[in-house]
Nanobody, 127 residues
Framework: QVQLVESGGGLAQAGGSLRLSCAAS????????MGWFRQAPGKEREIAAA????????YYADSVKGRFTISRDGAKNEVYLQMNSLKPEDTAVYYC????????????????????WGQGTQVTVSS
């Protein structure tokens, strides 16, 4: 069982930055690909970014590419989402997710592929 706890959400102005953190309580963190998803009111949950076990491969949704950066720290069992140049349309609840993968280079981009989820952290961007 993997427990994930997100932090770092809050209120930001358009053009500003926030950094989300996700702490994983597992000894096998380095066997998991990680993802950040988001869900805005009335919309489906969507992938924002994903990262492989090794951290060597990353994926970004077109809507965040060039503005968001996903990274991970295996020593701390944490994954991060640095969000720059925020836009009002980035407003959503952001969820951290984890999935065991067989290879170090695999990442997943759909919610159903992830086994473990955090409770979410609210990000609100004002115009």
């Amino acid at each position: 069982q993997v427990q994930l706890v997100e932090s770092g959400g809050g209120l930001a102005q358009a053009g500003g930055s926030l950094r989300l953190s996700c702490a994983a309580s597992t000894r096998t963190f380095n066997s998991h690909a990680m993802g950040w998803f988001r869900q805005a009111p009335g919309k489906e949950r969507e992938i924002a970014a994903a990262i492989s076990q090794s951290g060597g491969r990353t994926y970004y949704a077109d809507s965040v590419k060039g503005r968001f950066t996903i990274s991970r720290d295996g020593a701390k069992n944490e994954v991060y989402l640095q969000m720059n140049s925020l836009k009002p349309e980035d407003t959503a609840v952001y969820y951290c997710a984890a999935a065991i993968t067989r290879t170090t280079s695999t990442y997943y981009t759909t919610a159903k592929q992830y086994e473990y989820w955090g409770q979410g952290t609210q990000v609100t961007v004002s115009s």
